[in-house]
């Protein structure tokens, strides 16, 4: 594994970073979608599962968003 500075990003080198991998779940955010990037999660499982995932994840950081832009008051 090569050393990066620490402000460089893990996305344009996630293909080097699956080599030798035995993980089960790899946790990704926007910044691995590329369409590069989704062709090498797709050799592990497949495009719709990783679409899907995507889109699961960036509805939930959304609602999260606007959950924390919510004031609630107690009734």
């Given at each position: 594994m090569p050393v990066r500075p620490a402000n460089?990003?893990?996305a344009?080198?996630?293909?080097?970073?699956?080599?030798g991998c035995k993980a089960v779940r790899v946790p990704a955010d926007k910044a691995c979608s590329s369409e590069t990037n989704r062709?090498?999660?797709a050799r592990y499982i497949t495009r719709e599962k990783v679409?899907?995932?995507q889109t699961f994840e960036a509805v939930a950081m959304n609602l999260l968003?606007?959950?924390?832009?919510?004031?609630?008051?107690?009734?």
């Open positions: 460089a990003g893990e344009p080198h996630l293909t080097h970073l699956f080599k062709a090498v999660l679409k899907a995932e968003k606007a959950a924390n832009r919510i004031d609630l008051v107690a009734a």
